[in-house]
Nanobody, 127 residues
Framework: QVQLVESGGGLVQAGGSLRLSCAASDPTSDHTFSGYTMAWFRQAPGKEREFVGAISGSSSGITYGDSVKGRFTLSRDNAKNTGYLQMNSLKPEDTALYYC????????????????WGQGTQVTVSS
């Protein structure tokens, strides 16, 4: 069973930056982190979970949701089993609980298809 733990959330003013991390571990050693896509989703109160972006195991493929293109950057360090979400030029509408997920089974954009999820980290952007 893969465990994902997000960190790095917090309160920031509009225009500021944050970097989220997602650390993966697999006590059973059955999951090779570098072999699987990692994605980020976010969910604001009263709204559906929204796709933020996804990065392939080798980092050769990266895609972003339209609302964050040009402001957010995905990366990963497979040696550390960790993925990152660099968020710049933050806006109040970026306020949400941010989740990392891995092992998509229904394509990149379908949150219900991801097998593994973290607990989420809160990002709050003040105006």
């Amino acid at each position: 069973q893969v465990q994902l733990v997000e960190s790095g959330g917090g309160l920031v003013q509009a225009g500021g930056s944050l970097r989220l991390s997602c650390a993966a571990s697999d006590p059973t050693s059955d999951h090779t982190f570098s072999g699987y896509t990692m994605a980020w989703f976010r969910q604001a109160p009263g709204k559906e979970r929204e796709f933020v972006g996804a990065i392939s195991g080798s980092s050769s493929g990266i895609t972003y949701g339209d609302s964050v293109k040009g402001r957010f950057t995905l990366s990963r360090d497979n040696a550390k089993n960790t993925g990152y979400l660099q968020m710049n030029s933050l806006k109040p509408e970026d306020t949400a609980l941010y989740y990392c997920a891995s092992y998509p089974t229904k394509g990149l954009y379908t949150s219900t298809g991801y097998r593994y999820w973290g607990q989420g980290t809160q990002v709050t952007v003040s105006s």
